[in-house]
């Protein structure tokens, strides 16, 4: 099973950030919080990771918090694209279990 | 930018006969997986590969499935004979060394 849980859908303003909270209360210490995301079908794509510290990168950036049982991905400025369904996923290097994942709306 | 690519995006196969579906990872990666995922489903894991071998299998991939990498270059799921339940989209991805996964477009396979 998924060691993450996300909520099962959100919508975001086009233009607006969209800030998708994940919880992984039980991650290990070598554990890494990754996100991908599934555009209807496609194969899911890469967006982001991160260990202990923030990051960011030209899609998106990541706020994880400081016991690291919890994170945020955020799109700044989200466009119709965006529209997908994204995964938060606590990995090491390892197989992804994908769960659920939660579908984000970018509505016009 | 280099890409997984995958042939055939849709392949139709009756039940019963074997299917093999193609991968090409990017080109220096070294970790190689396949995952499936049933219409409205989660994507599922099915297996890794690395340095000419299996690392780790799921319980869907049975005696019915097996990989290779007949080449440097081709990563190929074949399915010996395929029921009714195979029918999914089928994702190669490729990673190279501690790093994440890039998936490629995905193979639609429908068992009639």
């Known amino acids: 099973d998924a060691k993450t849980t996300q909520p099962t859908s959100m919508d975001c303003a086009e233009g607006r950030a969209a800030n998708l909270p994940c919880n992984h209360s039980?991650?290990?210490?070598?554990?890494?919080v990754y996100w991908y995301r599934q555009i209807h079908s496609q194969g899911p794509q890469y967006i982001i990771h991160?260990?202990?510290n923030n990051e960011t990168n030209e899609m998106a950036s990541l706020i994880i918090t400081e016991d690291r049982k919890s994170s945020t991905l955020i799109l700044p400025h989200a466009t119709l694209r965006d529209t997908a369904v994204y995964y938060c996923i606590v990995n090491r290097d390892d197989k992804i279990i994908f769960g659920k994942g939660t579908r984000l709306h970018i509505l016009p | 930018e280099p890409e997984v690519t995958q042939t055939p995006s849709h392949q139709v196969t009756q039940m019963g006969q074997e299917v093999i579906l193609r991968c090409v990872p990017i080109?220096?990666?070294?970790?190689f997986y396949w995952y499936r995922q049933i219409l409205g489903q989660k994507v599922e894991f099915l297996v890794s590969f690395y340095n000419n071998e299996i690392s780790e299998k799921s319980e869907i991939f049975d005696d019915q499935f097996s990989v290779e990498r007949p080449d440097g270059s081709n990563f190929t799921l074949k399915i010996r004979s395929t029921k009714l339940e195979d029918s999914a989209m089928y994702f190669c991805a490729s990673r190279p060394d501690r790093a994440e996964q890039y998936f490629g477009p995905g193979t639609r396979l429908t068992v009639t």
């Open positions: 039980t991650i290990s210490g070598n554990e890494y």
């Open positions: 991160g260990l202990k």
């Open positions: 080109s220096n990666h070294l970790y």
